[in-house]
Nanobody, 120 residues
């Protein structure tokens, strides 16, 4: 069994920053891609960012490019999402995902989500 636990969400004003963390347990997957997704109320889950171990490549949705940064700490089996210049439209529940052979998915494992709320 693989468990992913997100943390770091909260309430922040527009223009502020947050860093989300996703701690993994139950297995190691140092060479596997990790992704972040989000789901706003009444909307479908959407891709935010992914980290591909091969070449250390990162991928971002157009809506967050230049503002969000995904990274990974193998020693802690943890992935992070640094979010800067937050906008109200970033408000959503953020989920981390793992267990994909390719950064585009499909991902096998998902966390419970952490709420991010950005006020104007």
């Amino acid at each position: 069994q693989v468990q992913l636990v997100e943390s770091g969400g909260g309430l922040v004003q527009a223009g502020g920053s947050l860093r989300l963390s996703c701690a993994a347990s139950g297995r190691t997957f140092s060479t596997s891609p990790m992704g972040w997704f989000r789901q706003a109320p009444g909307k479908e889950r959407e891709f935010v960012a992914a980290f591909s171990w091969g070449g250390g490549s990162t991928y971002y949705a157009d809506s967050v490019k230049g503002r969000f940064t995904i990274s990974r700490d193998n020693a802690k089996i943890t992935v992070y999402l640094q979010m800067n210049s937050l906008k109200p439209e970033d408000t959503a529940v953020y989920y981390c995902a793992a267990g994909a052979a390719d950064w585009r998915g499909p991902y096998r494992y998902w966390g419970q989500g952490t709420q991010v709320t950005v006020s104007s």
